[in-house]
């Protein structure tokens, strides 16, 4: 590895090494280390490095997302830190172009296996750590995540969001209204408003009824988020001592069939989800 490469992958990194050595440790691939004899690789360094990562992740998810559960929050972590983004952030960097391989790894196409760049950035973050201390490594995390970090859209069930949200701060369920239907029969449009204490609070529209519904809780969920605040008597978590919510338990609000009904009739289900 060149002092020209290594330079350029700082750049990248946006992190200067003390200890330079251990930059070239980090790219240092197990097949390279095999056939040169050399006593360790990044194995080491990746190891440290993955639970760095998943620390780093977990402090900004918990402090960055403040209504999600943990379960949602667990969801949103295991994407960030899958194999599959973590290569996806890797060659988006272009750092497979920076790991020392093997002559038999290089042949065997081993620089475009996810595995490979998901656990050399994982190293390069233990690197860091190393270097530079949880602080340096926390700004590497964020910057490698880029806008990943923000974006939960690829699992967020906003009507179970706002299911969530709602019974952590109130008793009332939100309801679903299906407002309108227009369109042929073979291209339908829907349009469904989202009902929270008395008041319509979103609106959404779609080709099915449940994409109107998402859209109309989403919309709600962002109106909400910044009105809720719990009332006095309430628990953290929504309910007063003994309490049931509205729907809870109810094996009939599983159901997300058709909905059925005409525009302007009654909400399909307590909990808010026409189909």
């Known amino acids: 590895m060149t002092d020209n490469s290594l330079e350029a992958l700082q750049g990248v990194l946006q992190y200067r090494f003390r200890d330079p ?23 080491r360094l990746e190891f440290l490095g993955d639970a760095v990562l998943e620390l780093v992740v977990s402090n900004y998810l918990f402090n960055r997302h403040t209504h999600l559960s943990e379960g949602m929050l667990t969801q949103l972590r295991a994407h960030l830190v899958s194999t599959r983004n973590l290569a996806n952030r890797a060659a988006h960097f272009g750092l497979r172009s920076y790991v020392r391989l093997g002559r038999g790894e290089e ?33 590497l995390v964020l910057h490698f995540l880029g806008e990943d970090k923000d974006d939960d859209s690829f699992s967020r069930d906003y009507k179970s969001l706002l299911q969530e949200l709602t019974a952590r701060y109130r008793r009332a369920a939100p309801q679903y209204l299906l407002a309108d239907s ?68 109810d ?21 808010g989800t026409p189909g």
């Open 21 to 43: 050595g251990l930059l070239e440790l980090a790219l240092l691939h197990e097949s390279h280390a095999n056939e040169q004899g050399l006593p360790e690789s990044n194995e």
């Open 107 to 139: 042949s065997s196409g081993g620089r475009e296996r996810q595995n490979l760049q998901a656990d050399l950035l994982e190293a390069l973050v233990g690197a860091v750590f190393l270097d530079g201390g949880l602080e340096a490594a926390s700004q």
């Open 182 to 249: 227009s369109g042929p029969p073979h291209r339908p449009l829907f349009r469904v408003q989202v009902e929270f204490e008395g008041r319509i609070v979103g609106e959404g529209t779609g080709p099915s009824k449940r994409e109107a519904a998402q859209e109309a809780a989403r919309v709600a969920m962002s109106l909400l988020e910044t009105e809720l605040e719990p009332p006095d008597g309430v628990t953290g978590s929504g309910q007063r001592s003994g309490a049931l919510l509205p729907g809870e338990g």
């Open 251 to 271: 094996p009939a609000l599983e159901d997300l069939g058709d909905c059925g009904g005409e525009p302007g009739s009654s909400p399909c289900s307590t909990d």
